[in-house]
């Protein structure tokens, strides 16, 4: 049974008497359990949209999704997902524990069990420090993670995730991103939209891209990015005769060198680096 | 695999949660501690502004006239302008949508905020007629010490000589059980008020709009009952069909007003309060009812 499924989900919306907007366009998805799948599109594709039909925020206009082969238009079905909206929205006025407190009651949870949840959910997202402390003096990272941590408050075994490095600074994208592969290994599934198309190729199995309410494009990471008429080597301490040699041998066996060169490392990679040095070296404010 | 439940029923622990949470919210509201420290600065100043009273230098009568006056304006307010932020502020901060994303019914959510508003007002109610209270005993304590040092008393439309009788006058008065009856029946024109404005804010996109509709059918429903007599002898059926419009919609909230005769220490019959209260409840019932009907289609 598949974790999210849709069959010809379809959403309009009535802009005049007359007038219908395409929000989703028949709609066939299915989300395998414990996979991470990524939802790609621009602005107005209809990531959004999936999402509130998923969640039964909005009504399909044609077409059916289900969770955990339940209709996602049923309330029950909730009781299996979780979800971290796009921009974190919760009560400004309640501390990290209390929201979490606030979630886990609307879910059923109670005594010692809630109590004990709220203790391991801060402690998973980094917030233990913080967690009496209100949101309205959270920066964004820290409402991202106890956003997290309300969409795992009732355990659920699908997490659906709006945006979730959005407006995160690299250290707290990171941090997010290996929660995201913990969550994996958990066993839960999750259902990632983002722009950031580097970190869903790190983390996501596989991903599928909206446009105009439609899926254009749909596999599995490695297949869709793998470059098949092409290979490619990369050595260390070869001497410029060796490369000679090995340009040779390419000419020998019918190929053709493409690119040579010293690879680059990615600017996330580098900043991270630069950034563990200086916490080496730099006392804070001094 | 996940599996959930094949059915999940409507719980009073979500519903109380949420309550619990919009209570919070409105009490951390700017306006809310506004009105309530306004609230309380006008009840304890009441024998204050006694004085300037020319028509009524009846002491007791003024305090009670102007106390319960002040319950039921604050009260009001509150209610007003809470009940057409309700949902308002959910949309607009969009904190409806992790809630929504729970196991949660969209009736339960309504109930819910509307619970715990409807609880705020009952604890102001409760605070606001403990100063009225406190004010009364006040009042009474200084009329008999004036009393007892054998002054004229400010009762009834003049002066008077401090005879037993006219005493008993004083604490029959202030303690008059008829008061609890009024502010009872001020309470449930809150309650009625604010499923009105929890009603608009279904489907009314302005805090502004949901306000001024509010207040409009809040005046019509002070201004039912005289139109109904003043109508009543109209054979015209456009008139009537206007009448039988307005009695079905909105609410006849002078049935709810028995403050001047409370004040005037005629005795109000607890038969009528039971009555008048559980046409409140009912009235309400039914504008949540529809409520209801319009957020659970919704797309939010």
Known sequence: ?286 | MQTHPLRIYFSFGRLWTIARNTMTEIIRQKFFYILVIFAVVVLVSSRYFSQFSMQDLDQVKFVKDFGLAAIKIFGTLIAIVGAAQLLHLELENRTIYPILAKPVFRGEFLLGKYLGMIALLLLTTLMMSAIFGGVLFYTEHQLLATAGRGEMLPVGVGYQMATPEVVQQIIKQTRDPNLLKAIALIYFQFVIVSSIGLLIATFATSVIFNVIATVMIYLCGHLESTARQAWLGDPSPVTKFMLLIITFFVPDLSAFDIVDSVVLGQAVPLNLVIRTIGYGIFYSAIVLGVAWCIFQEKEI
């Open chain 1, 1 to 286: 049974m598949n974790a999210i499924e849709t069959r010809d989900l379809s959403k309009y919306f009535r802009v005049s008497l007359r007038r219908k907007v395409v929000g989703l366009d028949r709609l066939n998805l299915a989300v395998r359990p414990n996979e991470v799948y990524g939802l790609l599109g621009p602005n107005g594709s209809g990531k959004s949209t999936t999402l509130k039909l998923i969640l039964g925020l909005f009504q399909p206009s044609e077409g059916e999704a289900f969770i955990f082969g339940m209709s996602a238009e049923r309330v029950a079905s909730r009781v299996s997902v979780g979800f971290l909206p796009e921009n974190p929205y919760f009560y400004r006025y309640l501390s990290g524990e209390e929201t979490i407190r606030f979630f886990g009651r609307l879910c059923g949870m109670r005594g010692k069990n809630l109590e004990d949840k709220i203790d391991e959910l801060l402690a998973l997202v980094g917030l233990e420090a913080h967690r009496h402390r209100r949101l309205a003096g959270y920066s964004k990272g820290m409402l991202q993670r106890v956003g997290l941590a309300q969409a795992l408050v009732h355990d659920p075994g699908l997490i659906l995730l709006d945006e979730p490095t959005a407006g995160v600074d690299p250290i707290g994208s990171i941090e997010i991103r290996n929660l995201i592969i913990k969550l994996k290994q958990m066993g839960k599934t999750v259902l990632l939209c983002s722009h950031l198309l580097d970190q869903v190729q790190d983390i996501c199995d596989r991903v599928g891209i909206l446009h105009y309410g439609k899926m254009i494009l749909e596999g599995e990471v490695k297949d869709l990015l793998a470059r098949k008429d092409q290979f490619q080597f990369v050595s260390e301490g070869l001497s410029e005769p060796a490369r000679a040699k090995v340009r040779e041998a390419i000419l020998k066996g019918g190929g053709r060198v493409v690119m040579e060169g010293n690879p680059e490392t990615t600017l996330e990679q580098l900043f991270l680096q630069s950034v563990k040095q200086a916490e080496k070296t730099i006392q804070p404010g001094k």
